[in-house]
């Protein structure tokens, strides 16, 4: 298992990034943080961009910097994708490629390698074209694409989608997916969208004014209802599903809460899942509301029983937090203070959460 060790106090005129951790690097690992909370700068300390750091980078067994002494960023073998795919115009989708890997002569990619990952992201048909023809994504996919042709210890990714629209946002993230499957190669992926991050994401590394907040598993991280001053509007849980099947009058999919008979119905306008994969759907509280009852004459599919674990009054806000347990799993509700003392809500208490099947995101 990889891992990256980080202790960096980087002093910048008016900001500090400082933070202690240590990273297991399996799959992909998000940086999320408001923005200026220094997501950038700690990839640029991790890629031997700055100098002016105290502490140390050390990657594995491999020490990569300690204070000003340093491994030079093309000894680190750091695979980076920024916002913009930043292509030669005058050079074909293939010199891109392999204008970078001709310079590095230690790498050594076989032609069954090369093929592999150009099927993995779908550019071999490209391979002719110039970047003034390629759309944003395929643009962004040529990028990753070349980042990986080096065979990078570390793929580091800054906002790669960031400047694409939703449609090719969501063209993209299924081959991230299918690239930590395929080539095990650690990720570390800065983004501000928690969508996106729901998406992809094994792990997440919270970063608030420029201190670490969290470091863990996805779901355990955003079912921490302390985080909340982080997330703001976008606080919601993930649930694991498993699909059981589509109907195809009303467009809408139909899934089991993992380890529970309780179903969880979304919306999503087409059939692309399989049957008995399991999905993880990211759930906001803004978008779940409590009964102390069964309803039975709403209009919201999903009502599933619930225990109350925990209430937290949002700050500056006269709302509350309520998180929820459901067959294992969590889910926060956000009421007005008003409804949590007009229903009694307390911990421990048995209730309904409703979820309205459009609000939810897969
Ligand atoms: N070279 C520099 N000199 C001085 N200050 C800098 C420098 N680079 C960045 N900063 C400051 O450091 C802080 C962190 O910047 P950084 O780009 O790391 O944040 P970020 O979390 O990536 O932001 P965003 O999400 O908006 O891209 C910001 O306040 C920024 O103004």
Same mark, same amino acid.
């Given at each position: 298992?990889?891992?990256?060790?980080?202790a960096?106090?980087l002093k910048?005129?008016n900001? #500090?990034?400082?933070?202690t951790v240590?990273?297991?690097?399996s799959?992909?690992t998000?940086?999320?943080?408001h $923005? %200026? =909370?220094g997501?950038?700068?700690?990839?640029?300390c991790?890629?031997g961009?700055?100098?002016?750091?105290?502490?140390?980078?050390q990657?594995n067994s491999?020490?990569w910097?300690?204070g000003?002494?340093?491994?030079a960023?093309?000894?680190r073998?750091?695979?980076y *994708?920024?916002?913009?795919?930043?292509?030669?115009p005058?050079?074909?989708v293939?010199?891109?490629?392999?204008?970078?890997?001709?310079r590095?002569q230690?790498? #050594?990619v076989?032609?069954?390698e090369? !093929?592999?990952?150009?099927?993995?992201?779908d550019?071999?048909?490209?391979l002719?074209?110039?970047p003034s !023809?390629?759309? %944003? %994504? !395929?643009? !962004?996919?040529?990028a990753?694409?070349r980042?990986?042709?080096?065979?990078?210890n570390?793929?580091?990714?800054?906002?790669?989608?960031?400047?694409?629209d939703?449609?090719?946002? #969501?063209?993209?993230?299924p081959? @991230?997916?299918?690239?930590?499957?395929?080539?095990?190669i650690?990720?570390?992926?800065?983004?501000?969208? @928690?969508?996106?991050?729901?998406q992809i994401a094994d792990?997440?590394l919270?970063?608030?004014?420029?201190?670490?907040?969290d470091?863990g598993?996805?779901?355990c991280?955003?079912?921490n209802?302390?985080?909340?001053? *982080?997330?703001?509007?976008? *606080?919601? =849980?993930i649930l694991?599903?498993?699909?059981?099947?589509?109907?195809e009058?009303y467009q809408?999919?139909e899934?089991?809460?993992?380890?529970s008979?309780f179903?969880?119905?979304? $919306?999503?306008g087409?059939?692309?899942?399989q049957?008995?994969?399991?999905i993880?759907?990211? *759930?906001?509280?803004?978008?779940?509301?409590?009964s102390?009852?069964?309803?039975?004459?709403?209009s919201i599919l999903?009502?599933?029983?619930?225990?109350?674990?925990?209430?937290?009054?949002?700050?500056?806000? $006269? #709302? =509350? @937090?309520?998180k929820l347990?459901?067959?294992?799993?969590?889910l926060f509700?956000q009421?007005?203070?008003k409804?949590?003392e007009?229903?009694?809500?307390?911990?421990?208490?048995?209730?309904?959460?409703q979820?309205?099947?459009?609000?939810?995101?897969?």
């Open positions: 298992m990889n891992y990256l060790d980080l960096i106090d910048l005129a900001f #500090n990034l400082n933070l240590k990273l297991s690097l799959g992909i998000a940086i999320y943080g $923005s %200026g =909370c997501k950038t700068s700690l990839l640029r991790i890629a961009l700055e100098d002016k750091f105290n502490g140390h980078v990657f491999k020490m910097q300690v000003k002494t340093k491994l960023t093309h000894k073998n750091i695979g *994708v920024f916002q913009e795919p930043s292509l030669f005058h050079l074909t293939k010199q891109n490629l392999f204008y970078g890997l001709n590095k230690t790498v #050594n076989s032609e069954l090369v !093929q592999s990952i150009l099927s993995t992201f550019i071999a048909d490209l002719a074209s110039y !023809q390629l759309s %944003g %994504g !395929q643009a !962004q996919r040529v990753i694409v980042a990986l042709l080096t065979k990078p570390i793929l580091l990714m800054d906002e790669p989608l960031a400047a694409l939703k449609a090719r946002k #969501n063209e993209i993230l081959y @991230l997916v299918k690239l930590k499957t395929e080539t095990k650690p990720i570390l992926y800065v983004s501000h969208s @928690l969508d996106e991050i729901s792990d997440i919270l970063i608030d004014k420029g201190k670490l907040v470091y598993q996805l779901e991280v955003l079912a209802a302390e985080h909340q001053a *982080v997330f703001a509007d976008e *606080v919601g =849980c694991t599903s498993e699909i059981v099947g589509y109907d009058e809408i999919l899934t089991s809460i993992a380890q008979d179903k969880l119905w979304l $919306s999503t087409s059939n692309a899942k049957k008995q994969e399991q993880k759907v990211r *759930v906001k509280a803004k978008d779940v509301s409590i102390l009852n069964q309803p039975s004459d709403t999903n009502v599933l029983p619930a225990r109350i674990v925990q209430l937290e009054r949002q700050l500056q806000q $006269s #709302n =509350c @937090l309520i347990e459901i067959a294992g799993q969590f509700a009421l007005t203070l409804s949590v007009r229903l009694e809500l307390k911990p421990e208490m048995k209730v309904w959460a979820i309205k099947s459009t609000a939810i995101l897969i």
